[in-house]
């Protein structure tokens, strides 16, 4: 029992996190088999992949978010948003696309910035003013849009449609965002800023970093990777629609997928890859609910469950992650006025 | 040392002998008086873009219809003081309102033990939501996602996603009913009751040792559990009580809205928004629960006035948005603007009755006993 404690600490919370999602898998793989179907077929695989690419974009930037000390509730309407947008500027006409695709993360840039800027400037709860923003939003969808808008022409909806194998475009996509949002966190400045910031605003400042920007940074990151989510969800529907985020749940379901797969809410420390271990155990829960044709209310019950359950698994071994700086026994309370610490026989 | 002590203590001292007056100037100034004029504002304003707003009756039941999310926020306000969040209280809403429905039925006799139910089960929600955060230590932000995930679910595969039919009419009554023929008011409702029910024993709470307790944990807990308090019985209270309310919320919602899925929808957010607008600081240890109640008829009152002044009801969440960042800044701004003060102690409102030491003639260690 002790030993196998040990193991589990030596584990870092990624590791824990793609064990999990092979419990999942090897879980998936007998039940999806016991009703005779196989789970490894190229169109069931696809079909994972295809579901983690929405969330995946999401996750990314929450990600970043998170781990800045914020959070972002804005996306599921700046995802709406974004599919509007694009359908909107793109009106099925091909010659379009680049500009749809450009206004549409520009605006979701900005919505970012405003984000970013209300965060970091006007010291509001990450969790109040994405909140906030996410209604305004939502407010302005609901007046000026009473159903699907727009479309999208075929040669964008190839994007969301085709795929190198099994492997969807979309994911692709997502897998190189996801590639650039570590390198930004490993490889930057702003990246290590990022980590410094979520780990202690106030230590971060002390220590000359401007705090406010990689905060920024990361909100403006976060609302472009759900604009691009917004255009995924264009490209498959055809249409924009002004409850496609919200019909999602995907603000709570990124940031589960976020701490699901081991970043701390509270910041400061988390990696994308963690990120990605979440996403995949979603959509393949998901999939395995799916194909086992489990009632689709009872599926936001075992995810729920699962996300309980699996953080609290992380939150056991999470407490002590560093070695300890006094020794268990002996004179803990007073070691200077004790030099020479008198050890038993 | 000495003397900036003691120039520190005088300040305090002069606030504390302030006039009452004076204090009740300076208690408006902060995030959770300022609420209260901004609600005077706002009632003011519909009553005179609409005169008759203002006749007892019709107020009194402008009360009575906000009373489920002032009785919410209150609920949320003992979660959010205490440093925590809980996002399950919109499915707690409406797994409520499913329950009765689908328990009572037409069964008059029936009302009583259901009702039990409702609380017992609101009360185990809570429960087990305070049990999770504390001592799995996981993020009440995930417990109580998960929560509303699953309760929701569940409530959801349990009627099969449609409306269920309506409760017997005396349950009905406790959200929809009063007391009829009062003098001047025509009729006092009981959600007004039971809500003046809650305030009172939230205002009574918070100054009792629970209270000072549930703040102490809210502004540090790690500082709160070496002076003594079990941190994590403190919180699972605040979340029972959290449960417990959206159930109260719920009960007379059935009265309202009646039986339907879509009731308690959102309510967390709302319920948030409102805890917020009334100066509570998200983090915990900062806020007073009666602001927070204020803040729920602020916020209720700002979407009556919208509707008189006949703007579109789909705009009601920007406005909810933008007011609620322009609340929160300008409340940051005010908490800054004290912290950045020359003499902080001496400008501290927050602080200065609970913390101001008694100064003891000729001592050095003022009132420290």
Sequence with gaps: ?345 | MSTALNSERSAILKQNRASRSERLLRAVRTPGGAVFVLLTGLLATIIVLNPSFGEPGSFIRFVGRTAPIAIAAIGQYFVIVAGEFDLSMGSVVTMQVIVAGNLIRQDDSKVIPVLVLMLVLGAFIGLVNGLITTLLKVPSFIVTLGMMLALLGLVLYWTGGAAQGNPADSFRQIGRGGIQDVPVLDIIPYPVIILTAAAVAGFVLMRRPYGRMLIAVGDNPSAAALAGSRVWWVRTRAFMMSSLSATVAGILLVGYAGVHPSVGRGYEFTAITAVVLGGVVLGGGRGWVLSAAAGAFALESLFTLLNFMGLQATWRDTVQGAIIIIAVAAASRSWQRKRKGASSAAHDEQHQLAAAPTPAEGTEQGGRV
């Excluded at chain 1, 930057?188 to 705090?211: K, P």
């Excluded at chain 1, 019950?301 to 006094?326: H, K, L, T």
């Design chain 1, 1 to 345: 029992m002790k030993q196998r404690a040990s193991f589990f600490q030596r584990l870092s919370s990624t590791q824990i996190v793609y064990l999990v999602a092979l419990v999942t898998l090897i879980l998936g793989v007998l039940l999806v088999n016991s009703i005779g179907r196989s789970f490894f077929s190229p169109g069931n695989i696809s079909s994972i992949l295809t579901g983690t690419s929405v969330l995946g974009f999401i996750a990314i930037g929450q990600t970043l978010v998170i781990l800045a000390g914020s959070l972002d509730l804005s996306v599921p309407y700046v995802t709406s948003l974004a599919s509007l947008i694009a359908a909107g500027v793109m009106a099925n006409n091909p010659n379009n696309v680049l500009s749809g695709v450009l206004l549409t993360l520009g605006t979701a840039a900005v919505i970012g910035l405003a984000n970013g800027l209300i965060v970091a400037r006007l010291n509001v709860h990450g969790f109040i003013a994405t909140l906030g923003v996410g209604l305004i939003i939502s407010g302005f969808l609901a007046t000026n849009f009473k159903g699907s808008f727009g479309e999208t022409p075929l040669a964008f909806r190839l994007v969301g449609a085709t795929g190198i194998g099994p492997v969807p475009i979309s994911t692709i996509i997502m897998l190189a965002c996801a590639g650039l949002a570590g390198l930004l966190l490993h490889r930057t400045r702003v990246g290590h800023h990022l980590y410094a910031v979520g780990g202690d605003i106030a230590v971060a400042r002390t220590s000359g970093i401007r705090v406010d920007v990689p905060v920024i940074t990361a909100h403006v990151i976060c609302s472009v990777l759900a604009g691009m989510a917004g255009l995924l969800l264009a490209s498959r529907l055809g249409v924009g629609s002004p409850t496609v985020g919200s019909q999602g749940g995907y603000d709570l379901l990124s940031i589960a997928a976020v701490v699901l797969g081991g970043t701390l809410l509270s910041g400061g420390k988390g990696t994308i890859t963690g990120t990605l271990g979440g996403v995949l155990i979603f959509a393949m829960l998901d999939n395995i609910m799916s194909v086992m044709q489990v009632n689709p209310f009872l599926k936001d019950v075992v995810r729920g469950v699962v996300i309980v359950v699996a953080v609290a698994v992380y939150a056991r071994r999470r407490i002590v992650s560093r070695p300890e700086r006094f020794p268990a026994k002996g004179s803990v309370e007073t070691p200077a006025a004790q030099p020479v610490p008198v050890e038993g026989p």
